[in-house]
């Protein structure tokens, strides 16, 4: 029978995975959703057939109908919600981020270890979209020479009230300390975050947009504009520079239209929009592998890598200095690096 699936979490992202699992993706179902708001979690299990709703995401794990979880609740409660799903040895596609910080990261890596193989797929999504698939492969094959540089974009049309300046760290740039190792296969080392004087409104309290440098391992020099309020469109630019070229990807694209003397074109509002069908594959191989008795894609030392880089991220934005990255050696449950 198709793959029982608790979603833990149905706030935007979770509530959108719902409807991918019940309408997109084949070969599961959701069997039970939980959330902290009781009304919201009964709400989303009642637009799917046999679907239980609970507030406990403990109780939720718990039911024999469930045989896999989708964790996307915050951050903060991704720790509990690991174990539980750890206890009955669940196959388990976790929203980033892993945890909030590296320390709960490690003990995600130990209890993950103590299992004796790979539960976790981080949701680095980014990995399932066609242009970033692309640019990998790019330059995997070498023909533009060693990338020197990245050159980043990352900007959201708002984010909710309760953001915080450490989530611009913790919950956007996240993604490019995933895109960066994942695209050079090298591993951060240090974080330096610069500010211009911040723009009005939201933006000045969370003192908003931001520069962030990494610096890795091979001697890439990586920055990333995280503008969170910047009122027009979701935009996730990269640009590698290489020794012989650069490949660019995350232009707006689609439909261009020209009259009236003006030329243009529409900006994806969000993060569901334009890496929607990455979220759709995303899923698709979660199922099929977990189906399978696998699990694949990004693992939790790649979880655990980008709260160590938070970390250092966080320390160089309140102190503005340059912030070394601490890590452990990736443990060879893992595998191998790409390097
Ligand atoms: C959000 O939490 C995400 O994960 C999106 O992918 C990211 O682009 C956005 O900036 C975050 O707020």
Redesign the pocket.
């Known amino acids: 029978g198709p793959l029982g699936v608790a979603v833990i979490g149905v706030g935007t992202m979770g509530a959108d995975h719902v409807r991918r699992i019940d309408g997109v993706v084949g070969g599961a179902r959701v069997a039970a959703v939980a959330d902290v708001d009781g009304d919201r979690a009964r709400a989303v299990a009642e637009t799917v057939e046999g679907c239980a709703a609970y507030t406990e995401p403990a109780a939720a794990i718990a039911s024999p109908e469930v045989d896999a979880v989708l964790i996307a609740s915050p951050g903060p409660a991704h720790e509990e919600a690991l174990s539980a799903a750890f206890e009955r040895d669940l196959p388990v596609l976790c929203e ?1 981020p892993l945890t909030p910080d590296p320390d709960s990261a490690l003990r995600v890596l130990e209890a993950e270890q103590r299992l004796g193989r790979r539960r976790v797929q981080v949701g680095f999504m980014r990995r399932f979209d066609a242009d970033y698939t692309r640019l990998r492969r790019t330059l995997a094959e070498g023909g533009l020479g060693r990338p020197l540089m990245l050159h980043c974009r ?1 900007r ?1 049309v708002s ?1 909710h009230p309760y953001f915080t300046r450490e989530m611009l760290i913790t ?2 740039v996240a ?1 490019e300390m995933d895109s960066t190792r994942w695209l050079l296969g090298q591993e951060i080392t240090a974080v330096t975050v610069l500010r211009p004087a911040p723009g009005s409104g939201p933006s000045e309290a969370l003192d908003d947009p931001q520069l962030v440098i990494f610096e890795t391992d091979g001697g890439a020099l990586v920055d990333v504009e995280i503008f ?1 309020h910047c009122g027009f469109g979701y935009q ?1 630019r990269t640009e590698a520079v290489c020794e012989r070229g650069t490949a660019r990807i995350g232009d707006d694209h689609g439909m261009v239209t020209r009259t009236a003397g003006r030329w243009g074109g529409e900006i994806a509002q969000g ?1 569901l929009e334009r ?1 929607g069908d990455a979220y759709d594959r995303e899923v698709r191989l979660w199922v099929d592998a977990a189906r399978r008795g696998e699990v694949t894609g990004p693992s939790a030392w790649d979880g655990y890598a980008v709260a160590a880089v938070s970390r250092a991220g966080v320390v160089a934005q309140a102190t503005g200095r340059r912030t070394p990255v601490e890590m452990i050696e990736r443990p060879a449950f893992y595998g191998p690096g790409r390097r």
């Open positions: 980033k990352h959201n984010v919950d956007c993604h969170a996730v993060y890496f």
